[in-house]
């Protein structure tokens, strides 16, 4: 046997071989096989149709020869343009204007609140409950002579230069005419008055 009978004997083998696989396992040659193909053939032949679920939900998707749109079922038309966003459209570019932002609005600002009066925030000074009605002593360290209003009347009081009249005022200064007192309490310790012979500021 020469190698050309080998190599043709091979070249057979490959050609059967493939002749079996692609006739579902089974050469024609052999016996049988052709029935069986024809057997698998009507099996397949047999199966029920394949049902997807988009054909159960667009029915109007089945193929029409017309072209055009069928009477006899109703369906929405696929060809409806999705709405774009609101707007104004441009000629020139043919697209839609955005429209502006909304604008947020201003915060209301409560009115601020009435100012107090100065006059009535601001505290009075004690009010001079007593006349100076004369002085006592030398020249150089006078006594001031002062009549002092009570809840029973009014009582006789002396008193020299730095001490205290009426708890709420102090003696800086005594002269012939006229007396100079100040007060013994915040904020009118730096205030000072002139009080009259006979009389009040």
Partial sequence: MNRQSIMLGLLALAVVWALWFYLGGESPLVGGGTGRAVQSREIVGELPPVIRLTDLENPAAEFNPSGGRNLFVY?????????????????????????????????????????????????????VNFKFVGYLGPQDALIGVFRVATPDGEEVVLAAVGETLAENFRVYRIGYEEVEIGYTEAPFLNERKVLPMGGQS
């Fill in 75 to 127: 369906a929405e038309d696929r060809r409806i343009a999705v709405a774009g966003p609101k707007g104004r459209v441009n000629r020139k570019t043919g697209k839609a204007k955005s429209s502006p932002p909304p604008v947020a609005p201003k915060p209301v600002v409560p009115p601020p609140p009435p100012a107090r009066e100065t006059a009535s925030a601001q505290p009075t000074p004690p009010e």
